[in-house]
């Protein structure tokens, strides 16, 4: 077990094929940890998993100690506990001294520190949702997008930089084109978070059988995940001169709320959960507090403090609170979205015609997200691509004056030209297929900017 990775630096992938030689799939991939489901308990693939250095983790649902029992016996590394939490099953696995991960509901889920690996299992599959053939419409105006980046976005900022934060639904039973899984992929990557690989059946037996189409989306869904544990800049902070405040009760772990309402218009932001606005540096224009009834006096003054800095205090109205869905349902009603709509109309007259970072256009269907390096001297722009089709003309907009500026997609690097605009540099992207990475480095910026 020495060999193999800690679960806390896994890059998860379900697997069903009990079959040894399906792992040839996994070689020269990034994959190194399988969730493995019960028809796959099989001593054969298990041990040739080990000699491949993938940690290996029974799922087990129910709290069933004896189904932990089998696996571990059969020559499974440790424990993927999945569904509610059973207290009983995680003490049965670390008194044995084996990995465990929880996948548990979003409601159970806790940001207090401890644990190395945060997962759910309740996610969106990534993609524009389209209902009765059209393309639905979100209270913002733009395409409906299924994406879980305000969850994830919100757990990465609450929980410890070296705490893993995991995405584990599975994938709809029917076909998906590559493009979809891709999108998962990405979907959870821009947010410092994994999606535990998961596939259709279909998709599965064109991999397994080799199929030319099989073996090409293959490619693409690893080169994906490939190319965010490449770039660097997929992994640094998130940045925004937008801080918006909230925690599990006003939102945090609500899919379809104000943080992905915002991030849907191209507005970069910063999730920032009440413990930690004592500690809030960086430039900041702009502060948004859900439901500022629940901010402690220490987190109200500093509030303040950053208005004495200069921001813009927004907080959402006196009285107003949304009640977190029911236990088994993540997203919210058509009635609080309704809700909701009405809270957006407020927040974004003062947010929307405002640069908070970067401004993106032409971007319909896509989500942008963007980051800053340690040393503050360098922006990244990530792109996702939620169309299953190429999207042409992109413009970025940054504040302020830009030295260089390089993009980084599936076609390789290259460097941009750049020129001036009103509020700072402009940069235009002539086509992003899957993803694309643009990273400037600012002129004249200082260290933790």
Request: a neutral charge.
């Amino acid at each position: 077990m020495l060999l193999l990775p800690a679960a806390g630096a896994c890059t998860p992938a379900r697997w069903r094929d009990a079959a040894p030689e399906s792992l040839d799939l996994l070689r020269g991939s990034p994959v190194n940890c399988l969730l493995v489901e019960e028809p796959a308990w099989k001593k054969d693939l298990l041990d040739a998993a080990r000699k491949m250095g993938l940690l290996t983790l029974a799922v087990v649902r129910g709290g069933d100690a004896s189904a932990a029992a089998r696996a571990l016996e059969v020559g499974a590394e440790g424990i993927a506990a999945e569904g509610n939490r059973s207290e009983k099953l995680a003490a049965w696995v670390r008194e044995r001294g084996r990995p465990l991960v929880e996948i548990v509901p979003r409601s159970e889920l806790s940001t207090a520190p401890g644990a190395r690996v945060l997962a759910t299992f309740e996610g969106l599959w990534a993609g524009v949702r389209i209902e009765k053939d059209e393309t639905k419409a979100q209270p913002t105006g733009g395409p409906w997008i299924e994406t879980n980046s305000g969850l994830l976005r919100f757990l990465r900022a609450a929980v410890p930089p070296e705490t893993a934060v995991w995405i584990a639904h599975p994938a709809p039973a029917e076909p998906q084109p590559a493009s979809r899984y891709v999108q998962a992929v990405a979907d959870a990557a821009v947010c410092g978070a994994k999606w535990a690989l998961d596939f259709d059946a279909a998709f599965w037996r064109s991999a397994r059988a080799g199929e030319p189409k099989g073996k090409r989306d293959w490619a693409r869904v690893m080169g994906a995940v490939r190319f965010f544990q490449e770039h660097e800049p997929a992994r640094w902070k998130d940045a925004s001169a937008l801080a918006v405040v909230l925690d599990e009760e006003s939102g945090g772990l609500v899919s379809g709320g104000i943080l992905d309402m915002i991030t849907a218009k191209h507005i970069p932001l910063r999730a920032v959960p009440p413990g930690a606005l004592p500690q809030l540096s960086g430039e900041l224009r702009t502060l948004l507090t859900i439901e500022p009834g629940r901010l402690s006096q220490e987190q109200r003054e500093a509030a303040r403090a950053a208005a004495r800095r200069g921001a813009t205090l927004v907080n959402g109205p006196a009285g107003w609170k949304l009640e977190p869905p029911p236990p088994g349902r993540f997203t919210y009603s058509d009635e609080q979205v309704k809700q909701l709509d009405q809270i957006w109309r407020e927040v974004n007259s003062i947010i929307g015609r405002r640069n908070y970072g970067v401004r993106v256009f032409g971007a319909p269907g896509m989500l942008s997200t963007l980051k800053e390096s340690p040393d503050g001297k360098n922006l990244a722009v990530i792109l996702v691509n939620y169309t299953d089709y190429p999207v042409e003309n992109v413009t970025l907009h940054f504040t302020g004056r830009v030295q260089r500026a390089r993009l980084s997609d599936s076609r390789g690097e290259r460097v941009l030209e750049t020129y001036e605009v009103d509020d700072g540099t402009g940069v235009d992207l002539e086509r992003v297929e899957d993803l694309a990475i643009v990273v400037v480095e600012r002129a004249g910026a200082a260290a933790g900017h």
